[in-house]
């Protein structure tokens, strides 16, 4: 339990103050040292994220992991790219009809801040799945995704997302995970890909892949600690603002059970 | 655990279809009877879903409940609209640079389908939180709570969405929960509202309220279970896709305890 004066800085919003204080406070009672950071963290951060917004994408893939990434740009400067064929709100309707069957209209539209044509500096791209991952119009996408790819610090894909990924070569010889509900489709898309199950996220080297949809959240918080300074307790508080119970056992998946997923080596 | 034969049918998004195929195996077997409605579910349950979209709105509160509602949308017809002032693609930045210290642009924008002038017919009003709950301009969208509400089937709100609606005064005698890490600030908007603490969320009526961010997804799965005819299944059906585990208590809350907010009667 932190104590009330950080709590209270905390419901400000204002946690890196609340760390510089703390800083403050600890700092003269050990010499007046001021700890040396432990690595470049702040330096090789990464700070560019490219979200991909593929026809069909599922909009908790997307946001989730930005809700959590948005929390960290308030404590360090981020930079957003939303990535579309056009800059036309991208659809997350689904192409084909059966997929919608009683022919409701819930599917809202993210406005794009780029196209893959313009091809902006980013450090990270993530991407999402849903109906998107099943479909067969994806050659734009897996165009930039190879294009991409060797310019990446990260790349993070959110359950079918590693559908997309893989469709694109890019998981080839990696360890991945995607979503346990849809397991024989999706690793039939990558037949060099490593896949692991049970996992709730698999990180291996620059490719880092979650297993469904809420995954994600669990995966950008972990993303958040191993790679910013003070990724620890930025990421603590916005899981307490989000009331989000993190997983912290990236093997902790009750799914790869539940969907019959056999156990990887 | 489902038998086999669901699951593969739960894989290609078919819950409807499994659960008439498994009623064509269940009726013979109970004399060809098909069990009577037990009540009036599919004529009542709500089908259109007005989102409000403020200006610095928090983007899983929206899209969390969102994406559970369009996975119901894949079950029974089910209309959307994003409402906010203008058709302008609405802004999740902070109107206050001090709220983005860093100078960070990490803030999507959604497309509105209405303008609150447009009040088009809903049956549900979904009112997120972020930012948006502190802003000292909310006089249009607290207009068209007030006049929208009593032709509501049922309001909901998501974190310090409450704070919004209270503002409206349209929680007043309601119990009622918001973000427990945001509570004094949020109670204190509405003196005659009931708040209710520890809880998940809160029903009262046609009034529902949920805690922090992610508490929402677990109100829209209760939502949908009560709801909805075949709710139950729909809703766990959804989660497995989602990889969610649904908190099913409303009062199972430990952020409650977490930032020293007082047990409530």
Known sequence: MAPRSILFLHRKFSVASALLFSLS?????VGGAIPPRSDSKSCNS??????LLPRSFSVLDVFGPLEVLQALSRQTHLELALLSRTLDPASTAPVAAG??????SFYPTVVPTY????DPPIDVLVIPGGAAARSPDLGPEIDYIKKVFPKLQYLITICTGAGIA???GVLDGHRATTNKAAWASMTAMGPEVKWVSPARWVEDGKVWTSSGVTAGIDLAFEFIKQK??????IAESAAGSLEHTIITDWRDDPWSARFNVPVSN
């Open 166 to 168: 893989a469709q694109a």
């Open 115 to 118: 196209t893959y044509a313009d």
């Open 228 to 233: 910013y300074e003070n990724g620890t307790a």
């Open 99 to 104: 997929m919608n069957k009683f022919n409701s």
């Open 25 to 29: 406070l600890i700092s003269p009672a």
């Open 46 to 51: 990464p700070r560019r994220f490219g979200f």
